[in-house]
C-alpha cells in the first residue's frame, strides 16, 4: 500500500521578518502514519511543513519538506503525477491567504526611491501603483 500524508501548517512570507501562518502542530499527520506502518507492507510520502511534529523514524516514509501552499502544490502536483497512491490524506492545515507581493526592505526603497525621483509633483503612489512597482 502506497499513502501520501500532509502534516503541519504552511506559513506565507509577508517580507524578511514577518509571515502569515497557523500553529498546526502536524500531531495528526503523526498518528495517522503510525496507523498506516502498522502494515508492513505501507510506504508512506509525507509532506511536512517546517516546525510540525516530526513522524517516527522508518524506512518505509520519505519526507518532503515545505514551507508555503506554492511548495505544497509544486510537492503534491510532482508526487501524484509520478504515482498512483492507495490513499490521499490531507491533514495539513493549508493558509487561507498569501500575500500578492512579498519583499525585503531594500527592495522597497529602491522603488519608493526611484519612483520619487520620477514622478510628478502632484502624482500620488496608491497602493496598486506601488505594487504594480514593485513586481517589475
Known amino acids: ?4 500524508i500532509t502534516a503541519g501548517g504552511t506559513s506565507e512570507k509577508i517580507d524578511e521578518v ?3 501562518t497557523n500553529h498546526s502542530s502536524g500531531k495528526l499527520g503523526v498518528e495517522l502514519s ?5 502494515q508492513q507492507t505501507t510506504i508512506v510520502d509525507y509532506i511536512i511543513a517546517k516546525g510540525a ?5 522508518d524506512p518505509r516514509i520519505r519526507l518532503h519538506r515545505i514551507e508555503n501552499t506554492q511548495q505544497l502544490h509544486e510537492t503534491m502536483a510532482a508526487l501524484l503525477e509520478k504515482q498512483p497512491y492507495d490513499a490521499v490524506i490531507h491533514s495539513m492545515a493549508v493558509s487561507d491567504f498569501t500575500p500578492e507581493v ?3 526592505q531594500d ?3 529602491a522603488v519608493f526611491n526611484d519612483w520619487l525621483s520620477t514622478r510628478d509633483n502632484d ?5 496598486q501603483r506601488f505594487n504594480e512597482l514593485l513586481r517589475k
Open 34 to 38: 503510525k496507523a498506516a506502518l502498522a
Open 107 to 109: 527592495t522597497w526603497l
Open 18 to 20: 514577518r509571515a502569515i
Open 123 to 127: 502624482e500620488m503612489l496608491d497602493g
Open 53 to 57: 511534529v516530526e513522524p517516527p523514524i
Open 102 to 104: 512579498s519583499s525585503d
Open 1 to 4: 500500500m502506497h499513502i501520501l
